[in-house]
Nanobody, 125 residues
Framework: QVPLVESGGGSVQPGGSLRLSCTAS??????SGWFRQAPGQEREFVAG????????YYADSVKGRFTISRDNRNNMIYLQMNSLKPEDTATYFC????????????????????WGQGTQVTVSS
């Protein structure tokens, strides 16, 4: 297993911003994604990107507020989160695969072989 390491979580007030980072040492992935899981709920897709095509996908709940991106030189994956809401509170996980996922598969956690340990995001006033 290739470890993915997330960072950048924390506590923020509603309307604030956070940027999550994910690093994968020594490996390059074709598809990366971000998922989140709130207490008592199932893990859900947040954002994903197939880097060789430039395609990006977002959950409806975060569209227009979150942006997934990648820094190829530093092998980093980012999730910029703006206009945060209390319902965004969750543990956020970085995920990756060396396969090129498509529209019908990129949202499913079972399609990703590599996962980080998660980073907590809390949005509260």
């Amino acid at each position: 297993q290739v470890p993915l390491v997330e960072s950048g979580g924390g506590s923020v007030q509603p309307g604030g911003s956070l940027r999550l980072s994910c690093t994968a040492s020594g490996h390059t992935f074709v598809t990366s994604g971000w998922f989140r899981q709130a207490p008592g709920q199932e893990r859900e897709f947040v954002a994903g990107s197939r880097w060789n095509s430039g395609s990006r996908y977002y959950a409806d709940s975060v569209k227009g507020r979150f942006t997934i991106s990648r820094d190829n030189r530093n092998n980093m994956i980012y999730l910029q989160m703006n206009s945060l809401k209390p319902e965004d509170t969750a543990t956020y996980f970085c995920a990756a695969t060396k396969r090129g996922l498509i529209t019908s598969t990129i949202r499913f956690s079972r399609e990703y072989e590599y996962w980080g340990q998660g980073t907590q995001v809390t949005v509260s006033s």
